[in-house]
């Protein structure tokens, strides 16, 4: 049976970047545009145009770096938007104006203080407009998973009379519910005359976590089009994520193919969160850290027997590393025995008991155990969370120079260094890396407040890195200085090499007490 075409339009470079903090510069966007390139996706919403001269700049540096996909530009159904546009897309081989206007009545009244019959005329001019210029128009009804269904087929019709090659029919506040959106489109393929003439597109936000299984019933439903970013990235929760739909369509081989290669997906999804400063949840679909890991040992030793019993999608067909089968202190002997096999230790069933003492120990003291900790425990090392801060003084201020104090606790000993730096947690870091006799680079920062009445949180994230390594790390307290610095501790106790400087009986009697 041959499959029908899904073009995929991802929207990541427009729709996801306008989440606050995320803003890529031009160099950005063109990396992440080339490696979607790669990916396979068939059209690039680049960026709205008229927004902003870095948008603009965007848009233009896309066309000309881009080979196959369609390079597409936004606009709302205004000219002045449209002729920008236009200019921006000037150097795309295959360029696409998104040009449209509110469809249900709360934008009608309360967005543009107007009336169905004056938006459905407004879009048809905006179509037209942009068909001066380029002859794939793509028209969005804003707001479509609110808007009256039979206005709503009114207005498609009236813009693909006007020439628009796709109708995008977003659920802009991720409102709908999956069989509603999927009765949407069937009411549009049903009942706009014209439908025929043009791609139905589906663009779904996340509010209500029905994105995916929107974006889905759409295409059961006739849309051959899917507006998607990586990650889910967007607008409060977020769009579609492509990465979800590309691998629904791939495991329930619905009759439906897209050009997306899916090995691609986990790198792209590592450079966006990094680009973006935009973490990913750990339990996210597919690109999650935890997406793969088994950590309790039933579903460690069945996914052992066989792959199938646990996994519906292999590790690899998403371009995540293998032995992505964390172990932790829940894990079995078997996935144990299993793991140093694949690292090469055969061991007896007396010498595998030994070891697994040791591993609980050592599993115990971190959240999860990796192959290098693996390899630390077979080479005698004892690899644990063991360096912790004992005490922590920073001095700042606008005429102060900014100094740290720190006390570290390794195994039974506290060590103590102070160091000056640029604020205090460059100085703290300073301190620490002379205590550790180590160069720690700091590659990443990133804090987040969680207000909570009285009891105000920073979160902070990092990641550092040693000997070409990088390690992440994770802190919370009430002060951003400390939080930080227990996010750097907590990167730093990742840092296997560096297990080799403490006395192995203390930290094995550290973590037993613990
Ligand atoms: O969510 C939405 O309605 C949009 C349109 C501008 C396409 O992003
Ligand atoms: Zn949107």
């Not at 009379?161 to 991720?174: E, F, K, Q, S």
Request: negative net charge; glycine residues 6%; charged residues 25%.
């Amino acid at each position: 049976m041959s499959s029908e075409k899904i073009w995929v339009f991802d929207t990541t470079l427009r729709d996801g970047e306008q989440v606050p903090g995320c803003q890529l510069n031009t160099q950005e966007k063109i990396e992440i545009a080339k490696q979607l390139e790669t990916l396979g996706v068939d059209i690039i919403e680049a960026g709205f145009p008229i927004s902003s001269p870095g948008d603009f700049q965007s848009v233009r540096a896309i066309s000309k770096a881009v080979q196959y996909p369609i390079i597409c530009g936004l606009t709302r159904a205004v000219e002045k938007d449209i002729d920008v546009a236009a200019d921006a897309l000037k150097y795309a081989k295959r360029p696409r104006i998104h040009t449209g206007i509110g469809a249900s009545d709360f934008h009608i009244k309360h967005k543009f203080k107007s009336s169905r019959e004056a938006v459905i005329e407004r879009g048809v001019r905006a179509v037209k407009h942009a068909k001066k210029y380029v002859e794939d128009v793509e028209f969005y009804a804003e707001d479509a998973g609110r808007a009256d269904n039979e206005f709503l087929a009114r207005m498609i019709e009236a813009v693909i009379a006007a020439g628009a090659t796709v109708v995008n029919i977003p659920d802009t506040t991720g409102y709908c519910l999956p069989h509603q959106y999927g009765a949407k489109i069937k009411y549009l393929k049903d009942n706009v005359s014209n439908i025929d003439k043009a791609i139905i597109s589906v663009h779904c936000h996340n509010d209500l976590g029905m994105a995916t299984a929107n974006t889905i019933a759409g295409i059961i439903n006739g849309a051959r089009q899917v507006e998607v970013t990586i990650n889910g990235i967007g607008e409060r929760a977020g769009n579609t994520s492509l990465e979800e739909v590309a691998m629904v369509l791939k495991t329930h081989k619905m009759g439906y193919e897209t050009r997306i290669n899916t090995t691609k997906i986990y790198p792209l999804s590592m450079l966006v969160s990094k680009m973006m400063r935009m973490p990913i949840q750990p339990n996210k679909a597919i690109v999650g850290k935890n997406a793969f890991a088994h950590s309790s040992g039933i579903h460690q030793d069945g996914v052992l027997k066989h792959r199938d019993n646990y996994e519906i999608i292999a590790p690899e067909s998403v371009g995540v590393p293998t032995n992505s089968i964390i172990l932790t202190a829940r894990s079995g002997r078997h996935a144990l025995k299993y793991h140093l096999e694949r690292l090469g230790y055969e061991q007896t069933a007396q010498e595998l008991s030994a070891t697994y003492d040791r591993f609980l120990v050592m599993a115990d003291g971190k959240k999860d155990v990796t192959d290098d900790d693996l390899l630390n425990l077979m080479a005698g090392k004892v690899v644990t969370g063991k360096i912790e801060l004992d005490h922590l003084q920073v001095t700042c201020g606008e005429s102060l120079t900014p100094t740290a104090t720190v006390h570290l606790k390794m195994g039974d000993e506290v060590k103590k260094a102070s160091a000056i730096g640029n604020g205090p947690f460059n100085a703290a870091c300073i301190a620490i890396d002379r205590i550790l006799e180590e160069q720690i680079d700091l590659e990443d920062y990133l804090i987040q407040s969680s207000i909570n009445r009285s009891y105000d949180t920073a979160k902070v994230h990092v990641k550092v890195s040693n000997h070409n390594k990088s390690y992440v790390g994770f802190g919370v307290h009430t002060d951003i200085v400390t939080a930080s610095v227990y996010a750097y501790l907590n990167a730093i106790n990742k840092i296997t090499a560096l297990t080799v400087n403490i006395p192995e009986a203390e930290v094995v009697e550290e973590v037993a007490k613990a």
